[in-house]
């Protein structure tokens, strides 16, 4: 069963924009941080953007002051507004989650994630 799914990714040019959303299913809440990850076949999944319960963010260096993270704390879903994106923005992004499951478990959760592909 899909608990994350992200979508908004897709094929753009370099400069361009796009946004990133992540919906939760109704299997998990009490959702603390939450955030995007990318990877490239081959390399370690990295952080790109964090976002706590109270609304406290975190970015790549990489990233920061191109890409935006916020937070509805309502639907429980998490975006992410990447701007100026280069080529090297290419990568599978995935949406991350501490979470409770329907089991009163606590775990970290991952979504299946979207490719962003930045063309020169």
């Known amino acids: 069963q899909v608990q994350l799914v992200e979508s908004g990714g897709g094929l753009v040019q370099a400069g361009g924009s796009l946004s990133l959303s992540c919906a939760t299913s109704?299997?998990?809440?009490?959702?603390?941080?939450m955030g995007w990850y990318r990877q490239i076949p081959g390399k370690q999944r990295d952080m790109v953007a964090t976002?706590?319960?109270?609304?406290?963010?975190n970015y790549a260096d990489s990233v920061n002051g191109r890409f935006t993270i916020s937070r509805d704390h309502d639907k429980s879903t998490v975006y992410l507004q990447m701007n100026d994106l280069k080529p090297e923005d290419t990568a599978v992004y995935y949406c991350?989650?501490?979470?409770?499951?329907?089991?009163?478990?606590?775990?970290?959760?991952w979504g299946q994630g979207t490719q962003v592909t930045v063309s020169s």
């Open positions: 109704g299997t998990l809440f009490g959702f603390n941080t």
């Open positions: 991350n989650a501490d979470a409770l499951n329907i089991n009163y478990q606590r775990g970290t959760y």
């Open positions: 976002i706590n319960s109270q609304g406290g963010t």
